[in-house]
């Protein structure tokens, strides 16, 4: 599988504390201390349970890397049927996907995702709250026990925007590793873009034109320029430019502030998230507005954002990932739905199918993103996908085990080419 990374390494504002990760697979799974079975902890407190142990020393969580297999394990790996998995703890979300590898795809066998609100209150203190980490860890405790049952070879877990930013991000990574075993990596925006781009990238509509890729998260949204072509398939498309900025559903709001008031407020508050946004793009507008020129641009878009104006578009009463997935909006449909969300109040809002308590604050936000995309790439019709870092991870994961394949593979032949001598009559 080929990669390409982006280019740009500049973001437009925001404090990126991830480091930069271009690894395909990245085994930074480390065993926790192992305690005495027949004593308590060195700190004096009672031993774990056996259950805790067991957990403790799953490779899928705390347990360090295998040692590198053979051709023969790898055989026999596939036949148990082990699995991969890839977590995300973003902003507002924590989402879970594990999945066996099925011919040149993959298979899903258990997933978990739930609003865990990691970064609210974050743009205005700095910081993670209490409240906010505690909900985390709940969540991120179901997703160490899936990952034990479900027999998971290998796993990636990253953070991202909020632990990004948060002054006390690195020690809340250490303390989630202490109480679930779980070793979260927090991740460039760089390294993001690129598995968003990675694992969506297969539902971008066929064209000739250049085409953005974007994925709006609750903390940072990014914004992709791939190459144009044709071309679809497994094939990943080259990244030609690229930025990260540190507005998502959950900081656009923090910042601007709830006050809806009345219609007049909400109009003026939507003008100001518009305005925002639009001044963080400022640099890659101008940097693609030659490409976007083109009068066959392709859009598509990876976010709770698209997918729940893309339910609204069809009318479902409820969500449906197999109706939303690779669903193709005219434009036009999107902005109409945006302005008439942005006027209503939280409550009616909240009424909505597939809005509902949980999002009725934050569509807002992302809607004025998804404008201000708009703006900038006026292309005529959007693409939605309700796949995106988490399909990128498992596919770099699963690419790389190929790889290792191919290369034993290739070891092995050597070898018995280089054990032969020649023959003699």
Known sequence: MAEHLPPDTERSAGNNRGGKSGKVADFRYKRPPQQDPRSGGRDGRPKDSPREQRRQSSPATGGGPRPRPD???????????EAYAALDLGTNNCRLLIA????????????????????????????????????????????????????VRLARSVATEACRRAENGPAFIERVRRETGIALDIISAEEEARLAVLGCHILLESGDGPAVIFDIGGGSTELVLVEAGREGGARVPCILDWQSVPWGVVSLTDTVGRGEDSE???????????QMVADSFAPFANRVAAAAQHPD????????????????YLELPSYDRKAVDGLIVPAPAMRDISARLSVMTPFERA?????????????????????????????????????????????SLMAAEQHSERSLKAL???????GAGPTRR
């Open 71 to 81: 051709l023969a394990d790898i055989g026999a790996l596939r036949a148990q049927g």
């Open 351 to 395: 009424t909505l199918p597939c809005i509902g308590q949980d999002r009725a604050d934050l569509v807002v936000a992302g809607c004025a993103i998804l404008e201000a995309i708009l703006d900038l790439w006026p292309a005529r019709r959007l693409g939605v996908a309700d796949r995106g870092i988490r399909e990128g991870i498992l596919r």
């Open 264 to 274: 007049a407020a909400r109009i003026a508050r939507f003008a100001a998230m518009r």
């Open 100 to 151: 066996r590898p099925s011919g040149r795809d993959f298979t899903v066998i258990d997933a978990f995702s739930r609003v865990v609100k990691l970064g609210e209150g974050l743009a205005t203190s700095g910081r993670l709250s209490e409240a906010a980490m505690d909900r985390t860890l709940a969540a991120l405790a179901i997703c160490a026990d899936k990952l034990q049952r479900r027999n």
């Open 297 to 312: 641009i392709r859009l598509l878009g990876t976010s709770g954002t698209v997918t729940t104006l893309a339910s609204l």
């Open 412 to 418: 092995a032949r050597q070898r018995g080419g280089q």
